[in-house]
């Protein structure tokens, strides 16, 4: 049988510098991810990991028309870097025992806080498990599927304007 092309190619986004992602974008990178799953892989349950990585992984679950989940693996407390290595900072989602799961987080670099999640998921004993993300960096950790490779600092919708006080301010991150 001929090999299929895929229909979202990873691409690959070079250069230092600022990537601002719309919401139109955000939303599109999703559809490439889920598609990119749905080729060879049907996940029963999708588990994003809080914070950030919720956000991608509830719109791969619904395109892929799964059951979400989410748990939290994180180097951070109250938006503030705490440790050096991330933790399981919520427990592991019991409803992937037995079940085809995706783990999904929006960024992957060294891939100590995905490695983290897979060790936890595997725990529980799932039937399989694979890892997915939004963005990879160049030469780091490789998720089993990703959406778009970059070094550049990216600036998700979701964080280009954050609440202070009463105001809606830009973090002194992305000023």
Known sequence: ??????????PAVSG??????????????????????AQDYRPDLVIGLATAGVMPAATVATMLQTDFEAMKVSR?????VVRTRPAVLSPTPVAARGRRVLIVDEITTSGDTLR????????VGPAEVRTATSFVRPGGYRPDYHALETDALI????DREVIDGDDLVTPPIYA
């Open 1 to 10: 049988m001929p090999a299929v092309a895929p229909l979202y190619p990873s």
């Open 16 to 37: 230092v510098g600022t990537f601002e992602l719309s919401w139109e974008l955000f939303g599109e990178l999703c559809r490439a991810l889920a598609v990119r799953v």
């Open 76 to 80: 951070r407390e109250r938006g503030e």
């Open 116 to 123: 983290l999640a897979l060790a936890a998921v595997r725990e």
């Open 155 to 158: 600036v998700f919708p979701w």
